[in-house]
């Protein structure tokens, strides 16, 4: 029998290799129609499955060989969390950087909540400093 925290850290698994491997078409279907993101920098929660998909694709064109590693995850009631490890080559723009086609390497702490079968609001906490460092020029 496989219980609800199983099921949804599966979920959570499975989004993160659809990421990876660049398939957003699939993630974003992973994510409730009014998807609910907490994200650093802003000061109110972005709504929609577009919103997430537009922030993703940023980061995979900025970063194509984007590895995703999670390094831990669990998950209580409605929610999981995750330490997760990125890896990649800085090969597009990525916010005011043009590409150094240096490695980067951060972590981020994300909490995710559930509801039914799918991803319904994201709290990220990506160390945005440690990746900035990385591709600053200078470093």
Known sequence: MTTTTEKNMTLMRTAYQSVESGDLDAAAQMLTENFIANV????DP?????????GTQAMKDA???????VQDMF?????????????G???GAFQQFEATGRQVSYRSIEVYRIEGDKIAEEWVAPDM???????????
């Open 46 to 54: 972005l709504h929609g499955r577009e919103i997430w998909r537009l």
């Open 75 to 87: 998950s209580v009631g409605d929610k999981v969390t995750v330490l997760v490890h990125f890896q």
């Open 63 to 69: 970063f194509p060989d984007l590895k995703i590693n």
């Open 40 to 43: 650093p920098g802003s000061p």
């Open 129 to 139: 400093l440690s990746l900035m460092q990385q591709i600053s020029t200078g470093h």
């Open 89 to 91: 080559t800085h090969q």
